[in-house]
């Protein structure tokens, strides 16, 4: 059975940083396409991030050369590194997998079977 388990977030200080962890279960990360996606209170939610099987990454351009998506291979474990935070960056933060190569519907929620459970992240200006 899949299970994602997610760790860290958290509260900082505008301009600070956090790192955000996705530990995966029961699959091997080699063949899925891995993502972030974020929602604020009154927001939909919005993809953040995406590696896919190949490690190739696409970013969201709210987060483009702040956030940084990474693969631990050998312990099956999907980062999100947040630096440079902003207040507007406060929102619930989900990873998600899918057992294929996602591309252009990256960023859509309904392209991945399986999430994790969520973690606060809130930047305090």
């Known amino acids: 059975q899949v299970q994602l388990v997610q760790a860290g977030g958290g509260s900082v200080q505008a301009g600070g940083s956090l790192m955000l962890s996705c530990a995966a279960y029961?699959?091997?990360?080699?063949?899925?396409?891995m993502a972030w996606f974020r929602q604020a209170p009154g927001k939909e939610p919005e993809g953040v991030a995406v590696?896919?099987?190949?490690?190739?990454?696409i970013y969201a351009a709210s987060v483009e050369g702040r956030f940084t998506c990474s693969k631990d291979h050998a312990n099956n474990i999907l980062y999100l590194q947040l630096n440079s935070l902003k207040p507007e960056d406060t929102a619930i933060y989900y990873c998600a997998a899918e057992p294929r190569t996602i591309k252009r519907d990256w960023y859509k929620q309904n392209q991945y079977k399986h999430w994790g459970q969520g973690n606060q992240v809130t930047v305090a200006s």
């Open positions: 029961g699959y091997e990360h080699s063949w899925y396409t």
């Open positions: 590696i896919d099987p190949n490690d190739r990454t």
